[in-house]
């Protein structure tokens, strides 16, 4: 009986150390979901993609960010990832990033596949840095074990400094969309779905 007692004491106590840890330590708190991210991603200017198709293998997070959220460079800012807007569980940080660029994707007018067969090329992001501030990333895309493109990219948040959370959370869904226009404008990548 004791033994059952201590069982459910750590697991109540690991438990509550999870959902505290999922909470940025911020003094500002922007909660970011992939349900209200809507791409401003203009798919006319992209018509040379449409119907492409890529796999988007994986994200892969080497940022050293905490797993459900990132800050500021300074840290006072957290933007909390959720799943939806209503959702009070949080979404892992590659996991938001891979929902979010697949909308952005789509919206350019690719065909984003998890894992479809048959595609143009497989691709893989791997987050090097992430903050509101910038992301840094590479992209390398493969086909059948071959290396089509690798490149390294960098995207900025333009503004003045603020605490406003609509304005923090509209730039960091701006973030998004650099990164999807970022990769989509670069020649070198044109040419591999052409």
């Not at 349900?35 to 080497?62: C, F, G, M, Q």
């Amino acid at each position: 009986m004791k033994q059952k007692r201590f069982v459910c004491f750590v697991a109540s106590f690991l438990l509550c150390m999870i959902l505290i840890g999922c909470a940025p330590s911020a003094s500002t708190i922007v909660s970011l979901s992939r349900e209200r991210y809507s791409p401003n991603i203009n798919h006319e200017n992209y018509t040379n993609y449409k119907d492409k198709v890529i796999l988007l293998a994986s994200i892969v997070d080497k940022s050293g960010t905490p797993n459900l959220a990132y800050y500021s460079p300074d840290r006072t800012v957290g933007y909390q990832l959720f799943y939806t807007s209503s959702s009070t569980i949080n979404q892992p940080v590659v996991s938001f990033f891979w929902y979010a660029l697949q909308k952005g994707f789509e919206r350019a007018g690719i065909v984003i596949t998890p894992g479809d067969p048959i595609y143009d090329a497989e691709m893989t992001i791997i987050l090097r840095s992430v903050s509101d501030r910038e992301i840094d990333f590479d992209v390398l895309c493969t086909k059948m074990g071959k290396r089509l493109y690798k490149h390294t990219y960098s995207v900025k948040s333009h503004g003045a400094p603020t605490n406003d959370v609509a304005v923090l959370e509209k730039r960091a869904y701006e973030m998004i969309d650099a990164m999807v226009k970022t990769i989509l404008d670069d020649p070198d990548f044109k040419k591999i779905l052409s």
